[in-house]
């Protein structure tokens, strides 16, 4: 089992989930919607052993289609190759050979497909020849029993099953290989999309080994449900790599939790770890992972353990690894293996990266390249575009935070507003109020460059490392899409509508949100002056019943104090007159004001600042 670093997170979110934008992983599902999500890169083809059989699918008469779908016109159908077009406009098939044909079931187009309404979509696509693999090893002088069947597909999922079905006696009887189940459980894919193309491989030596009649059949069902679509082409057989131990997901982290942007400040011992499975025939005595830093900066290896044929473990760094304080690039390699020397050593490792900055700099767990978006609405109510999405941030020292900074998605219209809150965890597994930002309005450029926004704090709080978790989140009112890089963990990134903790509908996101805290101290300058004002902020802050606010103006003008609670509500106005250039005090008496948060602010007729603060009671 993967170690499991997070002791931090409960959070009794929701439990009932929908997909939006190919980012939720809660169940059940109950709606699906599209915005344009990017399809996921392709997956390395890597040859395995020598090949027994191939089909590349130009020739729809050697396979055959069974179906029990309503109509029965919605089955798998063949591409002769001049379209390579995948549905929902997520681009071209690019499998080895799409151009000479391949396969498809669509789901989401298919005629009178409605959800729920009894006419499931079920159909079925078999290798019309058996397949002989019984012929005998020249070396060996066996047969060959230890075998793997590859396939290179796409898809969208959306609570529809694919399998691969294997028999060994011509169709008496099969057995089931799952590619993707009815929650997105999929085989080789972390994402509502697949790799494109997405490359599969599964040990069918049980089933087919040594057997001179296997059929092999492709299994789809939407499960009544409007689904999305699969695409299949290039299928092969190929004996099994006696020693095959391979590298699944590589993962590093503080407290479980990666950090792609670490300021110098907030620089905490990593944990590495990697995933590994053995595909190959004979077990893998004193599996191990390496993992290199910066050729050689850092160094550390896993306790030996044995993989066993076809299973699956995690290989956990002993050492940490703790960065030097100084902004600079820090790139990691992985690498698996095994007392054996590895027949395909070509998916034994991987790489990753993160930047230490400045301790000014920007504190993040998005990769900082823009992938694809997230956000739009939640489905649960029409229209309901309001939300606030972010990600769990732990602070392992004490540093004062001023704003927030937030990529902007490719479809978000022109004027729409948003702003960022800061919470942090209430000790009951919720979320505490702590502050937020001004408002700000979304250009068309924005939405074109993917620009980054950064939000300046009201009261720009001091973040501690005994309080540890906060949320930094990105709000709006109206249809708003932010930008989304990289996967995280489950259950530490956030979707909630209309606000974090509220009532509304309440997800995990597993695409991270590139959300992050600003902890330069520039931000702060600026916010206290606007015009020929500048307004200090209230002290004490939080506060019981009264609470001094410090002002000044650089000529005449008329002055007011304005306060409002988080509905917008004015609940109290101190008009000051017109006062000549100089130093003022406000006492405010709060003592009829219920506890929570308030915005106050200056006034004089033409422009305005405003602060944040709360009573408690």
């Given at each position: ?376 609405e939640d489905n649960a109510t029409p229209g309901d575009f309001a939300f606030e999405a972010g990600n769990t941030t732990q602070i392992f020292a004490d540093q004062q935070a001023f704003g927030i900074d937030v990529v902007i998605g490719a479809n978000t219209p022109a004027g729409t ?159 000051e007159g017109t006062k000549a250039a100089g130093d003022y005090k406000i006492t405010l008496d709060a003592s009829t004001l219920a506890g929570g948060m308030y915005h106050y602010t200056l006034s004089n007729g033409e422009t305005s600042i405003t602060k944040a603060m709360s009573v408690?009671?």
């Amino acid at each position: 089992m993967k170690k499991n670093y997070i002791g931090i997170l409960a959070l009794a979110l929701c439990s009932t989930g929908i997909a939006q934008n190919g980012v939720f992983n809660t169940t059940p599902l109950v709606q699906k919607t599209y915005n344009g999500n990017a399809i996921q890169t392709a997956t390395p083809l890597y040859e395995k052993g020598v090949e027994l059989w191939s089909n590349d699918m130009s020739n729809a008469a050697e396979w055959t289609i069974t179906n029990t779908s309503v109509p029965s016109t919605n089955e798998w159908y063949h591409q002769d190759g001049t379209d390579l077009s995948t549905p929902a406009g997520l681009g071209d098939f690019a499998s080895t050979t799409a151009a000479n044909g391949f396969f498809m079931v669509n789901s989401d187009a298919a005629p009178g497909n409605t959800d729920g309404d009894g006419t499931p979509i079920v159909t079925d696509l078999t290798i019309a020849t058996p397949i002989d693999l019984s012929a005998t090893n020249a070396v060996t002088g066996q047969a060959e029993m230890f075998v793997t069947l590859t396939v290179e597909h796409n898809f969208r999922w959306w609570q529809d099953i694919r399998e691969v079905h294997v028999s060994g006696d011509g169709g008496a009887t099969w057995t089931p290989f799952p590619i993707s189940d009815a929650n997105g459980n999929v085989t080789g894919a972390m994402d509502q999309n697949s790799g494109n193309p997405e490359v599969t491989t599964v040990n069918i030596s049980s089933v087919a080994g040594g057997s001179n009649n296997v059929l092999v059949r492709l299994h789809y069902d939407d499960q009544d449900f409007w689904g999305w679509y699969w695409v299949v082409d290039d299928i092969k057989i190929n004996v099994q790599d006696a020693n095959d131990l391979a590298e699944v997901t590589s993962y590093f982290g503080s407290n479980g939790l990666p950090y792609y942007s670490i300021p110098t400040s907030q620089i905490a011992p990593i944990d590495f770890y990697s995933v590994a499975t053995n595909a190959g025939a004979a077990d893998q005595t004193n599996s191990i992972v390496t993992v290199d830093v910066n050729a050689g900066t850092f160094t550390g290896t896993s306790a030996g353990i044995n993989i066993a044929q076809g299973a699956t473990d995690t290989l956990n760094v002993t050492a940490q690894y703790t960065p030097a304080a100084a902004a600079g690039s820090h790139a990691v390699t992985y690498a698996v293996s095994a007392d054996l020397a590895d027949d395909s050593p070509l998916d034994n490792g991987a790489t990753d990266s993160f930047e230490v900055v400045a301790s000014t700099g920007t504190y993040g767990r998005d990769r900082g390249v823009y992938e694809a978006q997230g956000g739009g609405e939640d489905n649960a109510t029409p229209g309901d575009f309001a939300f606030e999405a972010g990600n769990t941030t732990q602070i392992f020292a004490d540093q004062q935070a001023f704003g927030i900074d937030v990529v902007i998605g490719a479809n978000t219209p022109a004027g729409t507003i948003i702003y960022g809150k800061l919470y942090t965890d209430d000790g009951a597994g919720g979320f505490q109020y702590l502050d937020e930002t001004a408002e700000y309005t979304t250009t068309q450029a924005d939405a074109d460059n993917n620009a980054t926004i950064t939000l300046p704090f009201f009261t720009f709080p001091t973040l501690t490392a005994t309080q540890g978790i906060y949320y930094p989140m990105i709000g709006c009112y109206s249809e708003f899409y932010y930008g989304t890089s990289g996967t995280s963990e489950a259950q530490t990134c956030y979707i909630m509508y209309p606000t974090a903790g509220g009532s509304g509908s309440q997800y995990y996101t597993t695409s991270t949100p590139m959300v992050r805290l600003n902890f330069d101290p520039s931000l702060g300058v600026s916010e206290n002056a606007a015009g020929n004002m500048e307004l200090g902020q209230n002290i004490p802050n939080p506060f019981n019943n009264t609470t001094a606010i410090n002002y000044s103006v650089a000529s005449n003008a008329n002055v007011t104090l304005t306060v409002v609670d988080m509905t917008g509500k004015v609940v109290l106005t101190v008009n000051e007159g017109t006062k000549a250039a100089g130093d003022y005090k406000i006492t405010l008496d709060a003592s009829t004001l219920a506890g929570g948060m308030y915005h106050y602010t200056l006034s004089n007729g033409e422009t305005s600042i405003t602060k944040a603060m709360s009573v408690v009671k």
